[in-house]
């Protein structure tokens, strides 16, 4: 089991930057991989888009097309905790942010994972 807390969110005009952290407790081998999904709407049924991820083992990033260049995911391993560095944010950015964990990249790539609670961040144009 992991519990995951993240923090960071707010509301930003577009250009501006915020940085969201994620925060994993319990068994460290279920977070192996740790990452950020986002969703715009709460509606039933909407699907949370991937934003980015990271592979603690061999600390490999990646990203989604839509924000490559300008997000920046990071880890602190003593601490079990993800950044997620935002920069040049603009308006359609604007989502409920999730971080993710999975102890294999099966999981992972099944969207088999633990999630947070979420952080709001909201760019205005």
């Known amino acids: 089991q992991v519990q995951l807390v993240e923090s960071g969110g707010g509301s930003v005009q577009a250009g501006g930057s915020l940085r969201l952290s994620c925060a994993a407790s319990?068994?460290?081998?279920?977070?192996?991989?740790m990452g950020w999904f986002r969703q715009d709407r709460q509606d039933l049924g909407e699907v949370r888009e991937y934003v980015a991820h990271i592979d603690f083992l061999f600390n490999g990033t990646y990203y989604a097309d839509a924000v490559k260049g300008r997000f920046t995911i990071s880890r602190d391993n003593a601490e079990n905790t993800v950044y997620l560095q935002m920069n040049s944010l603009k308006p359609e950015d604007t989502a409920m942010y999730y971080c993710?964990?999975?102890?294999?990249?099966?999981?992972?790539?099944?969207?088999?994972?633990?999630w947070g609670q979420g952080t709001q961040v909201t760019v205005s144009s």
């Open positions: 319990g068994s460290t081998s279920s977070s192996a991989y």
């Open positions: 993710a964990a999975a102890s294999t990249l099966v999981d992972w790539a099944r969207n088999n994972v633990y």
